[in-house]
């Protein structure tokens, strides 16, 4: 099944402790992006990549951190979170021919205290 | 500044009837539309797209139009059925291979049986 997995799917911790939120994809997709959604603002995206060994900002970069080794996976590093970093997270994922529709995975619902 | 609005937060209507969730945009740059569907706990999945060589676009009970001149897009269900309530997301996007989305805030729609 073609799919986008995220984990984990709900994380409390506490400022300043580092954590990773994982993303993998199976579909072979070169496209892969950061997604943050919080009330009243929508889904704006944190960081993208158009294939291995290539990252980008997207709007709301601060903060974050990310690593693309391998296609299939994308880590969000967060070194040092912040209470304004607690959000609901999506990964997404497409492939180079069809970038616009992007399959997102099933979210990270992150809590810094 | 918002770059895609969706200026209603919300959207009530009956089962069976016609739902029309309202898209606005700014810039004139972009030229690819899409609608996603966001169920709660889980990640957006793409609906329908619309180019903007084109003004409708349709899918089974999903319609898509866009008036460029306007820069408004809108997106009907027709008919309406209690599992179209979710949050649907209008995203935009620019030029090129692998363009960033550009996500509004989110309608949330409620069908009543």
């Known amino acids: 099944e073609a799919q986008v997995t995220q984990n984990p799917r709900y994380l409390i911790t506490v400022t300043g402790k580092k954590l990773t939120v994982t993303c993998s994809q199976n579909?072979?997709?070169?496209?892969m992006s950061w997604y943050r959604q919080d009330p009243g603002l929508g889904l704006r995206q944190i960081y993208y990549?158009?294939?291995?060994?290539?990252?980008d900002k997207g709007d709301v970069p601060e903060g974050y951190k990310v690593s693309r080794k391998e296609k299939r996976n994308f880590p969000l590093i967060l070194e040092s979170p912040s209470p304004n970093q607690t959000s609901l997270y999506f990964c997404?994922?497409?492939?180079?021919?069809?970038?616009?529709?992007?399959?997102f995975g099933p979210g990270t619902r992150l809590t810094v205290t | 500044d918002q770059q895609v609005k969706q200026n209603s937060p919300s959207l009530s209507v009956q089962e069976g009837r016609i739902s029309i969730l309202n898209c606005d945009y700014t810039?004139?740059?972009?030229?690819?539309f899409l609608w996603y569907k966001k169920y709660p706990a889980e990640g957006p999945t793409f609906l329908i797209s619309?180019?903007?060589?084109?003004d409708k676009n349709e899918d089974g009970r999903f319609t898509v139009f866009l008036n460029k001149s306007a820069k408004h897009l809108s997106l009907h269900i027709v008919p309406s059925q209690p599992g179209d309530s979710a949050v649907y997301f209008c995203?935009?996007?620019?030029?090129?291979?692998?363009?960033?989305?550009?996500f509004g805030k989110g309608i949330t729609l409620s069908v009543r049986p």
């Open positions: 619309i180019s903007s060589i084109k």
């Open positions: 579909m072979n997709h070169e496209y």
């Open positions: 810039n004139s740059m972009f030229d690819y």
């Open positions: 997404a994922s497409s492939s180079s021919r069809n970038s616009y529709e992007q399959y």
């Open positions: 990549s158009m294939n291995v060994e290539v990252t």
């Open positions: 995203a935009a996007s620019g030029v090129g291979a692998n363009s960033k989305l550009t």
